[in-house]
């Protein structure tokens, strides 16, 4: 069975400042895994996924994520935080392999706070 | 182009009462999702559906909850005799087909006094 964790349900960073959300998965095929963000009051956005092609992959508003098989792990990374930035982000696994990209599970996500 | 529309955005509803939510995919989509998403956790999976049929309801919690998608467009989500611990985020993501992009909806709070 598919799962995920991420660790840490609080983040703050400085603007300016390295963002790192980490998020640990577990499954039992080659998992396809996706990072959402949730802006106050609005729906969530796909930011990037990953579906075994490149382990590093971009996205959206200067992200990025490194599939690292050998530790299970899918971290979110931004080289400099924006204020902006400021909202709740997800990671999620696909539902068995090469399976839906909409039947998912969530972890519980990661708040981040950016301080001017 | 429109988004995921979801109706209502709020819903009040008493203990033991039926309500229905909405979902109007993107146009053309033939994949829908349900989710439920409660304070402080990541959304729940609920059921999916592909055309007209539910391709997948394993989440649904129990018989109280159904969905149905009888034109392959607009869902709708049906709670009976809900129960306070039924009061969550309510969202509805659409996407092409089951192996493309999922796009939300702005989701139903659905409160349960």
């Known amino acids: 069975a598919q799962s995920v964790t991420q660790l840490g349900s609080h983040v703050s960073v400085s603007e300016g400042a390295l963002v790192l959300l980490r998020c640990n998965y577990s499954?039992?095929?080659?998992?396809?895994l996706f990072w959402y963000v949730q802006y106050p009051n609005q729906g969530l956005q796909l930011l990037l996924k990953y579906t075994s092609a490149a382990t590093l992959v971009k996205g959206i508003n200067g992200f990025e994520a490194e599939f690292k098989k050998s530790e299970t792990s899918f971290h979110l990374t931004k080289p400099s935080a924006h204020m902006s930035d400021a909202a709740e982000y997800f990671c999620a696994v696909s539902v068995g392999y090469g399976g839906s990209q909409g039947n998912l599970i969530f972890g519980k996500g990661t708040k981040l706070s950016v301080k001017p | 182009g429109a988004g995921v529309s979801q109706t209502p955005s709020n819903k009040v509803t008493e203990k033991g009462k039926y309500v229905e939510l909405r979902c109007d995919p993107i146009?053309?989509?033939?994949?829908l999702y349900w989710y439920r998403q409660s304070l402080g956790q990541g959304p729940e999976f609920l059921i999916y559906?592909?055309?007209?049929?539910?391709?997948?309801d394993s989440g649904l919690p129990n018989d109280r909850f159904f969905a149905v998608r009888p034109e392959g467009s607009v869902s709708t989500l049906k709670i009976q005799r809900t129960e306070r611990g039924d009061s969550a985020v309510y969202l509805c993501?659409?996407?092409?087909?089951?192996?493309?992009?999922?796009?939300f909806g702005q989701g139903t709070r659905l409160t349960v006094v």
């Open positions: 146009s053309g989509h033939t994949a």
């Open positions: 499954s039992s095929v080659p998992p396809y």
């Open positions: 559906f592909q055309g007209t049929g539910a391709a997948d």
């Open positions: 993501a659409s996407s092409y087909s089951s192996s493309t992009e999922a796009f």
